[in-house]
């Protein structure tokens, strides 16, 4: 909610972060995405006994959830859309593309 407000409410007069997005489509992308991250952490961590050694490997784990965006960024144009929604099943990668494409959006004036 915080994050919401910062880049959706104007502060000075060179006005808001995002001036085009809705702050409702911006506050449920962002909760999906918590809500998935915190998924992911229950899924990592049910595979481990210690806590020290889940930490750990989940941290890597999240990592490398992000690696496969480097690809998808630079064949974007190229992909179809069941590989982009293929690769979206990764939640890191889906806030990425969201993100690029608010950010694609925002800078068009759309």
Known sequence: AFATFF???KFNSNGRVLNKTSP????VF??????SSIMFCFCV???FSKANIAAAAGGIIWFCNYIPYF?????YDT???GAKAASCLLSNVAMSMGAQLIGKFEGAGI
Do not use: D, E, K, W
């Not at 409702?24 to 506050?27: P, Q, R």
């Not at 962002?30 to 809500?35: G, P, V």
């Not at 690809?71 to 064949?75: K, L, R, S």
């Open 7 to 9: 880049f959706t409410v």
């Open 24 to 27: 409702a489509v911006l506050f």
């Open 71 to 75: 690809f998808v960024a630079q064949y």
């Open 79 to 81: 992909m179809s859309v």
């Open 45 to 47: 961590s049910v595979f």
């Open 30 to 35: 962002l909760m999906l995405y918590a809500i």
